[in-house]
């Protein structure tokens, strides 16, 4: 891919109704992307069907929802939930006997783990466990889920599965100073691909991130088929990142979080949905905005690019609406400090020679470097002590607006989606959120 596709214009189609079934493949835990699209389906009046990762027990065996947990979630999706447990990944998984791959990460330490290795033919059965496990659980949802989908029925599959980062001690100070670390504190996230460790995250990546959608659209094709057989139609949507385009010098520009170490999942999940595009099925990747949400604040300074997006709020004719927006952030900050000059302070920012060197869209996901990292994390912690109050920022506030936008984005795009790989760029973000509120 040479360059982003983004969504340009605000989508007018809608071919869900009442009686539709919306899939949310993955479990909807607090609040986070996936609640705009069950918010749409639900406005739509579809059915709404979920699945769960399930829970481990006292031996770490995964297990079904007790009916306790199975209420909760069914209270808190607004629907259905088939329980049968769809934990991707295989960190805990393993052949009879053998150690899972999170119990071989034990063995690493802060001194040795750069140099420490793993077996690799072990680590492969582990995956291949994981994997048919997987595969089995989706077939079994896939079955209970056919008798609940009448024909002519249309079926809108959203996937959500996300992450993979085995629960080793031993990463979360290494994450600590790749993600977080500057001067002396500084790690190159480089020295982490390059070991054993960071191969395995990378794989675990693969398999939680982009191949459970896979899974997904192979798992489902005789559902597909039937319902298209019947005079419905079926669609796929999956969350990607890949950067976005934001107000830079006034005029939309790329730029990107570095490093997004997930980037390499998040590309392999984007081939799956061009590969199932060129068999004619409308399966398609938003590449969402930067957001703060529980996952994503170990990554400090993937928030900055979401204060531009105010700039784009006006830019795309808000109004009075975004004139209000500008108001309720301006209360956020402390006294004396201005919006204006905080808006300053990114765009230096984002002008900076170092920034520039990052925006290179052939090269991602890129890296990170010392004065990447002194750079990003200094602007960060400089623009939360510009606030009030730690706990109500004002990429906070933004956060929620871009959840409120893409929800409707994504819903209404996926009824004639114009391509496998779509970015949700801030002026296509600002343009929904002022037609919902002018």
Request: net charge negative; with cysteine.
């Amino acid at each position: 891919m040479n360059s982003p596709t983004p969504l340009d214009q605000l989508p007018q189609t809608n071919i869900f109704r009442k009686g539709d079934v919306f899939v949310l493949f993955g479990e909807l835990f607090g609040r986070g992307y996936a609640n705009g699209l069950v918010n749409e389906a639900r406005k739509a009046g579809m059915e709404i069907v979920g699945i769960t990762v399930g829970r481990r027990d006292e031996n770490n065996a995964l297990r079904p929802l007790n009916d306790e947990e199975l209420a909760v979630a069914e209270a808190n999706l607004g629907g259905r939930i088939i329980n049968v447990p769809l934990m991707a990944g295989f960190d805990l998984d393993a052949p009879p006997g053998g150690p899972t791959p999170t119990e071989m990460l034990g063995k690493l330490t802060l001194k040795s783990w750069m140099d420490d290795t793993l077996d690799w033919a072990h680590i492969e059965q582990c995956r291949e466990v994981g994997i048919k496990r997987f595969k089995a659980a989706v077939a079994e949802v896939m079955a209970r889920l056919d008798d609940m989908i009448a024909d002519g029925r249309n079926v809108f599959f959203a996937h959500t599965m996300a992450g993979g980062i085995p629960k080793a001690k031993v990463f979360l100070a290494i994450a600590n100073r790749i993600y977080k670390g500057r001067g002396e504190r500084f790690m190159s996230s480089q020295v982490l691909l390059d070991s054993d460790l960071g191969k395995l995250i990378l794989q675990n990546f693969d398999e939680v991130s982009a191949n459970s959608f896979q899974h997904l659209i192979e798992g489902s094709a005789a559902i597909r088929a039937r319902i298209e057989k019947s005079g419905g139609q079926v669609r796929y949507s999956a969350y990607g990142y890949h950067g976005t385009e934001i107000l830079i010098d006034g005029r939309y520009q790329w730029q990107t979080y570095t490093n997004y170490t997930q980037g390499y999942a998040k590309m392999r999940l984007e081939r799956i949905a061009q590969a199932a595009w060129a068999e004619g099925i409308k399966a398609t990747v938003y590449n969402c905005p930067e957001i703060r949400t529980n996952s994503s604040d170990i990554f400090v300074g993937v928030e900055l690019p979401l204060i531009a997006l105010l700039r784009a709020l006006k830019k795309e004719n808000g109004g009075a609406w975004a004139d209000e927006q500008w108001q309720a952030c301006g209360a956020l900050l402390q006294d004396g400090i201005s919006l204006e000059s905080l808006l300053q302070r990114i765009e230096d920012f984002n002008e900076s020679e170092v920034m520039r060197g990052f925006r290179d869209f052939d090269a991602w996901p890129m890296p990170n470097s010392q004065a990447l990292a002194d750079l990003m994390i200094g602007a960060s912690d400089e623009i939360v002590h510009m606030h009030k109050d730690r706990k109500a920022l004002i990429t906070d506030l933004l956060s929620t607006l871009v959840l409120e936008a893409t929800g409707p984005l994504m819903f209404h795009e996926s009824s004639a989606p114009g391509g496998p790989v779509l970015w949700l760029n801030h002026n296509i973000i600002a343009r929904q959120l002022n037609q919902i509120h002018g």
